[in-house]
């Protein structure tokens, strides 16, 4: 059972563009909703954060929306570079997550390709 | 401050050979972790460790075992390496799992098992 589902899978958006991937949650419990940046050969990156108190939360050209009542939250990237070419991650984390206690249960990913 | 360290980077075992992954974390972080990531799976918790002297099991924990051996450090340890266990291995830290969730992932070790 997927407890966190992340589309679209692959998403390719323009320089300058704005880049929307969204994520669905099923337990109730989650308490923190993070998104992490991979690039090629490295380790995630902590991307900006959310907790289910505030309905959105902004950093720099990167926002979360957060949904509590659709169980839902989405990562907006702004004025999108070829920088932000990378795979990103939802995840959700909380007391009983399905990933175990409070490690963190991720999405399966989305490959950003920013173009030129 | 090298953050979170793992050896080693590549292995190429086969089929029943055993091997240990090593972490270590210089933040002074309580909780320590161990993920898999395979190719459009995301990443999955094998085990994680709350505080020095703790271990739990997560979403996939067949086939592995850990040890806490003292804050800084936590192995990943297959007995039995199996083809099923090809993959990118991540460790990570977090300050503490009761205020903070935030966490902070090694480089990975690639390893192959033929």
């Known amino acids: 059972q997927q407890q966190v589902k992340q589309s679209p899978q692959s998403l390719i958006v323009q320089k300058g563009g704005i880049s929307i991937i969204n994520c669905a949650y099923e337990n109730t419990a989650f308490d923190y909703f993070p998104w992490y940046q991979q690039f090629p050969g490295k380790g995630p990156a902590l991307l900006i954060a959310?907790?289910?108190?505030?309905s959105e939360k902004k950093e720099g050209r990167f926002t979360i929306s957060f949904n509590k009542s659709a169980k839902q939250f989405s990562l907006h990237i702004m004025d999108s570079q070829p920088g932000d070419s990378a795979t990103y991650f939802c995840a959700a984390s909380g007391p009983n997550s399905g990933g175990g206690a409070d490690g963190l249960t991720f999405g399966k990913g989305t490959h950003l390709i920013i173009q030129p | 401050n090298a953050g979170v360290t793992q050896t080693p980077k590549f292995q190429v075992l086969k089929t029943g050979q055993s091997m240990t992954l090593q972490c270590a974390q210089d933040?002074?972080?309580?909780?320590m972790y161990w993920y898999r990531q395979d190719p459009g799976m995301g990443l999955r918790l094998i085990y994680y460790?709350?505080?020095?002297?703790?271990?739990d099991k997560g979403e996939v924990p067949n086939g592995y075992n850990v040890s806490r051996l003292n804050k800084r450090e936590f192995s990943l340890r297959l007995e039995s390496a199996a083809p099923s266990q090809t993959s990118v291995y991540f460790c990570?830290?977090?300050?503490?799992?009761?205020?903070?969730?935030?966490?902070?992932f090694g480089p990975g070790t690639r390893l192959t098992v033929t």
């Open positions: 990570a830290s977090s300050a503490t799992w009761t205020e903070s969730y935030e966490q902070y």
């Open positions: 460790s709350a505080s020095e002297g703790t271990t």
């Open positions: 933040m002074n972080h309580n909780s």
């Open positions: 959310i907790r289910p108190d505030v």
